[in-house]
């Protein structure tokens, strides 16, 4: 058997959030969001309080990516809690949130949470954003966030990205020389879209989902994935009324059009967390 974490100390803190991770999914498919939100409150305290139980770094590793777990369920209801109210534009930012959080866990653990990876990122394909605003400039001095000193210099014995006693070294840029500002398609940062409200995009895939979820024929957790394809759409471009038409066969032509069909399952998100 694969275990999840690599420590005693880490798989005995992840097993002691699986009541409060069940009670989170089984509230969230019934629209409570703030109950769910509640419902991570004492997880979130218990795991404080283990991390002072840590004694290397493997189990401060296991820890933080406990933390990234409840902060990653956190988001993925508030995230449900925007696309229900019809707050597409704001999603967008709750859905990146998820992602990271999601992307950590991957990297630092084996907690399987492929159900979960599938679903957002078919619902990410499905919002109309195409352009992103992508800065370019020379960066001076960049500060390690663990030691303080210049990541970039020899001095700092950090590398980024890399995991140091349950902390994730990053790099904070205090000087900067802005160049330019660039309209990129594959942007480093996906939460710098170019749009200003959620009338300047139209929605149609997130508000089917949210009809089908309003009428109850689907659930959260039972949304598996999208799958896209193209198809002809044969458009008619005969004028109505027009008499030189009237007895004559219309002018039919093809346009292409994106299709998407939602793939659904019969599972609960609760099932997504206990396929372990």
Same mark, same amino acid.
């Given at each position: 058997?694969? &275990?999840?974490?690599?420590?005693?100390?880490g798989? &005995?803190?992840?097993?002691?959030?699986?009541?409060?991770?069940?009670?989170?999914?089984?509230?969230?498919?019934?629209?409570?969001?703030i109950?769910?939100?509640?419902?991570?409150?004492?997880?979130?305290?218990?795991?404080?309080?283990?991390?002072?139980?840590?004694?290397?770094?493997? &189990?401060?590793?296991?820890?933080?990516?406990?933390?990234?777990?409840?902060k *990653?369920?956190t988001?993925? @209801?508030?995230?449900?809690?925007?696309? *229900?109210?019809?707050?597409?534009?704001? @999603?967008?930012y709750?859905?990146?949130?998820?992602?990271?959080?999601?992307?950590?866990?991957?990297?630092?653990?084996?907690?399987?949470?492929?159900?979960?990876?599938?679903?957002?990122?078919?619902?990410? @394909?499905?919002?109309?954003?195409?352009?992103?605003?992508?800065?370019?400039?020379?960066?001076d001095?960049t500060?390690?966030?663990?030691c303080?000193?210049?990541i970039?210099? #020899?001095d700092?014995?950090?590398?980024?990205?890399? *995991?140091?006693?349950g902390? !994730?070294?990053?790099?904070?840029i205090?000087?900067?020389?802005?160049?330019?500002?660039? #309209?990129?398609?594959?942007?480093v940062?996906?939460?710098?879209?170019?749009?200003?409200?959620?009338?300047?995009?139209?929605?149609?895939?997130?508000?089917?989902?949210? !009809?089908?979820? &309003?009428?109850?024929?689907?659930?959260?957790?039972?949304?598996?994935?999208?799958?896209?394809?193209?198809?002809?759409?044969?458009?008619?471009?005969?004028?109505?009324?027009?008499?030189?038409?009237?007895?004559?066969?219309?002018?039919?032509?093809?346009?292409?059009?994106?299709?998407?069909?939602?793939?659904?399952?019969?599972?609960?998100?609760?099932?997504?967390?206990?396929?372990?």
């Amino acid at each position: 058997m694969i &275990e999840e974490l690599s420590t005693p100390l880490g798989r &005995e803190v992840y097993a002691s959030c699986f009541p409060s991770i069940i009670e989170f999914c089984c509230l969230l498919e019934q629209y409570d969001f703030i109950g769910a939100a509640n419902s991570l409150d004492h997880t979130r305290s218990l795991v404080d309080e283990w991390c002072g139980s840590a004694i290397n770094d493997a &189990e401060m590793k296991d820890l933080y990516v406990v933390r990234r777990l409840i902060k *990653m369920l956190t988001c993925y @209801s508030e995230y449900w809690c925007l696309l *229900m109210a019809g707050n597409n534009a704001g @999603s967008w930012y709750l859905l990146q949130d998820t992602l990271d959080a999601l992307r950590a866990i991957k990297r630092f653990s084996r907690i399987n949470i492929t159900c979960i990876e599938r679903q957002l990122v078919g619902l990410e @394909s499905t919002y109309p954003y195409r352009l992103f605003a992508s800065i370019g400039g020379i960066v001076d001095y960049t500060e390690c966030s663990i030691c303080g000193l210049d990541i970039e210099s #020899l001095d700092c014995p950090h590398r980024m990205g890399e *995991m140091y006693s349950g902390s !994730v070294a990053v790099g904070i840029i205090k000087e900067f020389r802005l160049k330019h500002v660039a #309209l990129v398609t594959n942007p480093v940062d996906k939460r710098c879209v170019m749009h200003l409200k959620d009338r300047d995009y139209q929605y149609p895939v997130l508000d089917c989902i949210r !009809v089908l979820l &309003e009428c109850g024929k689907a659930r959260i957790g039972c949304i598996v994935g999208f799958e896209w394809s193209t198809r002809d759409t044969v458009i008619d471009s005969t004028s109505e009324g027009d008499p030189q038409h009237e007895h004559s066969d219309a002018q039919q032509s093809a346009e292409q059009k994106n299709h998407v069909e939602i793939v659904f399952d019969t599972r609960s998100l609760a099932d997504c967390f206990l396929t372990r």
